[in-house]
């Protein structure tokens, strides 16, 4: 009886040391499955951080590209403006020179 009761100790004693460990390790598990969502979650601010200052670089580039396009179809409508200009130059100056040309003659 004192064999089997000794027996029987510790066979207690290594449920209670496998019981132990399993915690332990449990516990680390834990711990590890904690860091890895603390790391996940960083990350996932990191990528919304990212992903905001896209967004509003694309909202300057976007505006900066309609100011230019703004800028473009006011140079055009001068261009046009200038050459109309030059145009009327060209027959003011076809007509005094032919008025010149009659006069002289």
């Known amino acids: 009886a004192a064999m ?16 132990v460990r399993e915690r332990e390790q449990a516990a680390a598990a834990v711990a590890r499955e904690r860091e890895h969502r603390r790391k996940y979650e960083e990350k996932h ?11 509003r670089s694309r909202e300057v580039l976007d505006q900066r590209m309609a100011e230019k ?3 473009l179809e006011q140079c055009e ?3 046009q403006v200038a050459a109309a ?4 130059l060209r027959r003011h ?11 002289c003659s």
Request: hydrophobic share 40%; glycine share 8%.
């Open 4 to 19: 089997r009761g000794e027996g029987l100790k510790e066979a207690v004693a290594g449920l209670r040391e496998e019981v």
């Open 45 to 55: 601010q990191q990528v919304e951080a990212l992903q905001q200052a896209l967004a």
């Open 69 to 71: 396009q703004a800028e």
């Open 77 to 79: 409508k001068l261009s």
């Open 85 to 88: 200009e030059a145009g009327d």
């Open 93 to 103: 100056c076809l007509l005094a020179s032919s008025s010149e040309s009659a006069l």
